[in-house]
């Protein structure tokens, strides 16, 4: 394996064929799995966010023995962020990655934040600080590596975790459709983040994966911080829950498939009620101003649809939904009742709506 | 309050109007949800099933309330059915019921069921089985006495424990959703079956209403038996959860409310996709035999309408859903795929769907 040597290389095997190599069950389950996920199995280059932990690790090795027998012919980057939450922990992670990587013969990037203050410095807890600056990370190495995919190692597990969490905070069908398989890795860029584990591995499956292989993972530094609630639902919350069903992990992963269905129609559905409630602001009909809604188009519609365009319409014109909450939603709502003009409902960031002539309006806090 | 004299009598008292009776907050929230359901306040007979616990007793005391200080003018039956699950406090509770509707000056009607026979005879556990008789025997109350809407004390836990039950099952939507506020109680009748308490009054809220009004309710027999998966969840999954979130049950409640939303449009949708792909079988044009559907049609459409569209042609034809489980719904939607004709789906109740000449027949056990 050469891929260290030259950052932009893309090797190029022959197509994909069947080998004489045996693959191991695992390896096939993740070939099947990046299959099904429309992935390239040629010429491009990949990032796999490593933390060392069993998710990541048993990823890793998966991958690298597809490529090795010639079931992939990808260039891989080993990305590896330490988050700075335990200071000889986060180092002991970082070498054990290189070295890992080093073995298997490709390309890793160390990275290294102090979420702790960066969590002091926002608004965010530690959990979302962590996410936020591992994301960046593998933002910035791909792009540096010129990587279309970011790959990471979340697995059923993660999917039953993160549907649970949401359910706590009450959500609907968006929020309890949990982690997609596939997403846009930022609103800014073409990168595409993939979880080729999500849909059929357990953490248990990972475990033993790397068992097999004979590599001792480590014990991810953020997988036994009370601090998380991630941490507390897993340890807690998870057990209750296969007392009652021992395939829960697996139920749930279910749900959040059939909600993600689900809210693939409804999205659609709603983008469609979005133009027809779309119209330009009179004063500039060079298209570039932002679309106003027409009031009585959204009052006629389902619920369901109408917030889910009304979150189109501020996503699209403020670039995301941070802190957008269903309290402000319905705010919104409320300008629809009634024949009464002039009045406005806040949104977070210090944008608001406004209700002006049977259409609303919406002013971003900068403009 | 006469009308336990005459069954047919229905009163007709002056239309609703504020009254100088202060209300009790309960009784006031009442009125309000009625209203919002759109349930009529007057010239109607009302069937309110009550066990005697919580819930019930306050359900029943508030309804009796609205009527006395005229905010309502409908006609109440009572009914209490004794599940034949404890032998003594089954007894106990039919007499206390009676006695409180005595005082009150409703009707009452009583019923016995052996639910633990019924549920050795059939495929049902104690759960199914209780729940089947009970709403049996209530929509032969309602039946007997000409009523129009059956009344159940469902509340807010209730809801919250429902969900966390079909999120133990793995469902997806339409499970989550929940206790529906307003259904039909069967596909026979235009009965209806509305649960009042179940969008705003929590189990704290019906106990110190109870209370307030110096009425010592029973203790339901079915809240206390760890035979029922629902009094696990109440008694160890609930407060585990409550020390994540102290307003868990709020929140699911609103998910619940968030996803019947959700499947209101998504219903609609599938029922429109079941109109597309409908056909009448050509040997019968009169409009009597079951409709065809285009596999084609179905082949095109998203998986969360496809499979809804299934559900409702099955419904249509079978009268119910009872048995139907995804697999069911995933075997139907095998045959979509390829060319090929002349392959079946087994549904449950001996029952099948036969793919012929590019369309889905549906075959029912007894046909």
């Not at 507390?232 to 749900?255: D, Y």
């Not at 027409?294 to 699209?316: T, Y």
Request: aromatic share 4%.
């Amino acid at each position: 394996m050469t891929s260290a040597k030259n950052e932009n290389r893309v090797k190029r095997l022959r197509p994909v064929r069947s080998s004489r190599v045996r693959l191991s069950k695992f390896a096939l389950h993740l070939f099947e799995a990046w299959a099904k996920l429309e992935q390239p199995t040629t010429d491009s280059r990949v990032v796999i966010a490593v933390s060392g932990g069993a998710d990541s690790t048993a990823l890793l090795l998966a991958f690298d023995e597809l490529i090795k027998a010639e079931r992939l012919a990808l260039d891989v980057v080993v990305a590896h962020l330490d988050h700075g939450l335990r200071k000889k922990t986060g180092k002991e992670d970082a070498q054990w990655v290189k070295e890992l990587t080093r073995v298997l013969g490709h390309k890793v990037e160390l990275g290294k934040a102090n979420v702790g203050r960066r969590a002091k410095n926002t608004a965010d807890n530690l959990e979302q600080a962590a996410r936020l600056a591992r994301y960046a990370f593998l933002a910035r190495v791909a792009k540096r590596n010129k990587a279309q995919v970011v790959l990471t190692a979340h697995t059923m597990n993660d999917q039953a975790e993160t549907v649970l969490l949401r359910l706590l905070r009450g959500s609907g069908a968006d929020g309890l459709s949990g982690i997609a398989p596939v997403r846009s890795l930022d609103s800014k860029s073409d990168l595409l983040l993939v979880r080729p584990l999500i849909t059929w591995a357990k953490r248990t499956d990972t475990e033993s994966h790397c068992r097999h292989q004979g590599v001792e993972f480590r014990q991810d530094e953020m997988n036994h911080d009370e601090r998380f609630a991630r941490v507390r639902v897993r340890q807690t919350l998870v057990p209750l829950l296969q007392s009652f069903n021992g395939k829960v992990i697996e139920s749930l992963t279910r749900t959040a498939d059939l909600l993600r269905e689900d809210i693939g129609v409804l999205n659609e559905k709603a983008a469609t009620l979005l133009q027809q409630a779309e119209s330009r602001a009179p004063e500039n009909k060079s298209g570039t101003s932002a679309p106003l809604l027409n009031v009585e188009v959204l009052a006629r519609a389902p619920a369901a649809l109408r917030r889910r365009a009304l979150r189109q319409w501020i996503a699209a014109q403020r670039g995301d939904l941070r802190g957008l909450e269903m309290v402000h939603l319905l705010a919104v709502e409320k300008l629809l009742g009634g024949n009464r003009g002039g009045r406005v409902a806040e949104l977070p960031g210090g944008a608001s709506v406004l209700r002006q002539r049977g259409q609303l309006k919406l002013r971003t806090g900068k403009g």
